[in-house]
């Protein structure tokens, strides 16, 4: 069959017969610590329809292949840390660049198609299955975050000119941002239990974390620069809430499936402003009350 086929559609199958193959050892391995029965059962179907491609492509170019450790290495420890949907829906992204591979090979090797319209459809109605727990709390998450960032990132930046020393603005903003945890937490969770919802502490949990961290990542560059590099101390902080905003945005996107650029730039544009008028503020408040630390 092999003998047939052009050079270079040969090279494409290869390299697709080794990314199934791989694929299909990402899922089984992700399988064995997911949580849930439906979620272990899902993942291990789609593990067999990957492995089941791979023994077609092994018709064509006659070799056994090995999977690819690395990629195995690098999705397994997403999935760990950041969650398997987001590292199998982030894995089948890498799918779609192969279209252009697709079109190529169908000329000689129709059964491309039936291949590529089965990835289309039924593996994306597979992952469309899972429920992961931290994904049902975005909501919360975010709730924490956005606030976290409109808060925190105002006072700190009011902070700045009205006290203009690192040391300080961190105290404060530590204070502030300890208090507003427990604030957004302690609302979360009444909200929660008003709508009658029994998962209403780990709805506030996630609430808490997402702010915390939050906290803690905004006021690190007030403790980490001098204790007069309150400018330079600003201007990293800003590079940070445009960094955690386009980091968990990407990860909501590619989770959830949801537009990445219209919510990064919506986040962004709210928390600099805020810190922008903020820091107007301070300078307002400096000047007119007269204080002067």
Known sequence: MAETISTQ??????????????????????????????NKQTLLRLSREEKAHYEIWKRYSGIEMKPQKAKVLKYTTLARTLGFTFAVKLMERGEENAQTEYALLAQEVPESIQIRRQEEEHERALLA????????????????????????????????????????????GLIVGISATFSMASSEFLSARSEGRTDALKSCTYTGIAYLITVVLLIAPYLILGPTQYIPALICMLAVVVLIIAGFTYYTSVAQDQPFKGRFLEMAVISISVAVLSFIVGILAKKFLGIDL
């Open 9 to 38: 559609a040969m090279e494409i199958i290869r390299k697709m017969q080794q990314n199934e193959l791989t694929e299909s050892v990402i899922y089984e391995k992700i399988a064995g610590f997911a949580k849930g029965d439906e």
């Open 129 to 172: 299955m899972l429920d992961e727990e931290r994904l049902q709390y975005v909501g919360s998450m975010v709730l924490g975050l956005n606030d976290a960032l409109v808060e925190l990132t105002g006072s700190l930046a009011g902070f700045v000119f009205a006290l203009q020393n690192n040391r300080l603005i961190a105290l404060s």
